[in-house]
């Protein structure tokens, strides 16, 4: 009996390229394993003919603390793709070549080089306004795409059994097995999310997920794709700018201004679509993602012990005392982190 497939052992990644003809048998693939998140095998593959990135779903998470989630994950994965390809303009995702559900990966096109992850521009400082902005009108005109076709894609979007593994649990759950303060309004928050189906929504809509290329935001990782809250995805996303204020203490009020901007760009494109309890969600979910990235089983790397509790005193203040407005959060947020 063959051993499970470990796609970054570069013998047994050519070794199943070549059994199965997805490269011929006299073509040595050239193979990088590639960095990138915690749940997934990532690699890139070239042969004279073409550029792949495979991709595999892990079962246990690469973090410190014990986290499962089903690698069958990966079908999802190209699922967003799909429906992504569908709602966004050419080049936004990168295109789905084939997938393989028994051994839990996928392969799609390589974004062209040169591009750089935008995680590690922001970490070393770069931002770019208009890069900030394209990210979040594009978070908005995929949430109003999939809303205005809901009849299109609620139904196959429906299982959140991912979102749940490998975001309400892990984010919300632990988070609120460690700071029992906020554990009823966690527990609210989670309940409300779950009976909530607006859009679509990406689950994972990060910096990290994203490469620019030709001044152009690249959209990766779809796993936790799902109908939902969209509210969830402002939050989230909001969370990894002020993350970065956090950190980078000289560009913490350029990254504050990127926040309200990312908001303010969503925004207008989401006009009234979810209703007048939209802006007050995104608060909660805000708050709740700022803790969670401290005291959940996935905290930012990037942050050392003063800079958590920095962060956990922000998210804990606006989980007591939501204030109504977007704008007013963000606020608050920068004012607990200038305060050691």
């Not at 990088?32 to 915690?38: D, E, H, M, R, T």
């Not at 309200?260 to 608060?283: P, S």
Request: hydrophobic content about 50%; overall charge neutral; charged content about 20%.
């Amino acid at each position: 009996m063959q051993p499970p497939l470990d796609i970054e052992d570069h013998d047994a990644l050519c070794a199943y390229l070549w059994r199965t003809g997805r490269v011929p048998a006299d073509v040595t693939p050239r193979t990088c394993v590639l960095a990138g998140g915690v749940s997934n095998r990532t690699v890139l593959v070239e042969t004279p003919d073409a550029r792949l990135v495979l991709k595999q779903a892990l079962e246990r998470l690469r973090v410190a603390v014990e986290w499962r989630s089903d690698p069958r994950r990966i079908l999802r994965e190209a699922l967003g793709l799909q429906i992504l390809a569908a709602l966004t303009p050419p080049g936004v995702v990168p295109g789905l070549v084939f997938v393989d559900a028994a051994h839990h990966l996928l392969a799609m096109r390589a974004v062209a080089e040169p591009h750089a992850n935008w995680k590690q521009l922001l970490l070393a400082g770069q931002l770019d306004e208009v890069l900030v902005a394209q990210w979040a009108t594009l978070l908005g005109q995929i949430h109003a795409a999939s809303h205005a076709q809901a009849a299109q894609y609620a139904a196959p979007l429906a299982d959140r059994s991912f979102f749940e593994s490998l975001r309400l649990e892990p984010y919300y759950g632990y988070a609120a097995t460690q700071a029992p303060a906020a554990a009823a309004a966690l527990g609210a928050l989670i309940e409300e999310t779950r009976r909530s189906g607006l859009a679509l929504v990406h689950g994972d809509y990060s910096p990290k997920n994203v490469l620019i290329h030709a001044g152009r935001v690249v959209l990766l990782d779809h796993e936790v794709i799902h109908w939902g809250d969209p509210a969830f995805d402002v939050g989230f996303a909001l969370t990894h700018l002020l993350g970065k204020a956090n950190h980078l203490a000289a560009q913490r009020a350029a990254f504050a201004a990127a926040a309200q901007r990312a908001w303010a760009c969503y925004a207008a494109v989401v006009d009234t679509r979810f209703g007048v309890t939209l802006e007050a969600r995104v608060v909660r979910h805000l708050a709740a993602c700022l803790l969670a990235r401290v005291d959940g089983r996935s905290p930012l790397e990037y942050l050392g012990p003063a800079a958590r509790a920095r962060q956990r005193r922000a998210a804990l203040r606006l989980l007591a005392r939501p204030p109504a407005r977007v704008a007013d959060a963000i606020t608050c947020v920068i004012e607990e982190l200038e305060h050691d």
